[in-house]
């Protein structure tokens, strides 16, 4: 179990991508799998960061990574802000987004179509996004 | 975190930018800056993507942002040099169906004419 722990600002981003990057690496992920992988990841912390704990530093956010062999790569991502109501999304229209110039909701199409399950529930004051990812190994 | 440079040519007319680097959302508002720029300054724009190694969905909602604009005002616009890597993003959402992606800067020169 590989985990990170870090607090709700944009700029831990990059410092998140590079912690998964380094993990999938290790795990055995293709240059161009883990690209894919790491954006959703990406996708996820952003919208927890800004939206769920509106950028403030003093809350935290917490990744785990678990390698589950054949079952693929386990993402668990655990936030203490307001909850994600993933039954309520709705899948943008792309050409209502251009439209209307609306920049949001592209994030979580991308990671509904990178990851091979996503969910999002919450327990005990606590939001998890659960997400599992198949690949092949390249070791 | 994010690199943009921007030239202005004469002769033939258009507006180059170029991007490089890492777009998240904490450095798309720069893109969207750069493109700003470039709109009011010129009816011809090549964005060169070439150094770009990371885009996240807050860059291409910059990029989705713009379209209905560069219609209505008749600019041209071309995106080009992208990493395979870069171009699949922009594959998984159809982007690369509503906005014109050139492999090089020629093909996106011809294509500005």
Do not use: W
Not at chain 2, 46 to 52: F, G, K, N, Y
């Amino acid at each position: 179990m590989h985990q990170f722990k870090t607090n709700c600002k944009r700029e831990r981003l990059k410092e998140i991508r590079h912690f998964v990057a380094e993990v999938l690496g290790d795990i055995g992920f293709s240059e161009i799998d883990a690209h894919k992988v790491i954006l959703a990841v990406d996708e996820v912390c952003a919208n927890l960061i800004i939206h769920s704990n509106k950028c403030n530093p003093s809350e935290c956010l917490e990744l785990f990574i678990e390698d589950h062999g054949k079952d693929g790569v386990l993402f668990e991502i655990i936030d203490y802000g307001i909850g994600f109501n993933y039954n309520n999304y709705k899948e943008p229209n792309l050409e209502e987004i251009i439209r209307k110039r609306k920049k949001g909701g592209l994030g979580i199409m991308l990671v509904k179509n990178i990851m091979d399950t996503v969910e999002f529930k919450n327990e005990e004051n606590k939001n998890i996004c659960r997400m599992i990812k198949k690949f092949t190994r390249t070791k | 975190m994010i690199k943009i440079d921007n030239h202005i040519n004469d002769e033939p007319e258009y507006y180059q930018l170029s991007v490089g680097g890492e777009i998240d959302a904490s450095s798309s508002i720069h893109l969207e800056e750069g493109l700003k720029n470039a709109m009011q300054a010129s009816k011809k724009i090549i964005v060169d993507l070439a150094e770009l190694e990371y885009i996240s969905s807050a860059g291409l909602g910059v990029f989705m942002s713009i379209i209905q604009e560069l219609d209505n005002q008749n600019i041209k616009f071309i995106i080009y040099g992208m990493a395979p890597k870069v171009y699949e993003v922009f594959e998984i959402l159809g982007l690369n169906q509503l906005i014109s992606i050139k492999k090089d800067k020629e093909e996106a020169l011809e294509a500005i004419k």
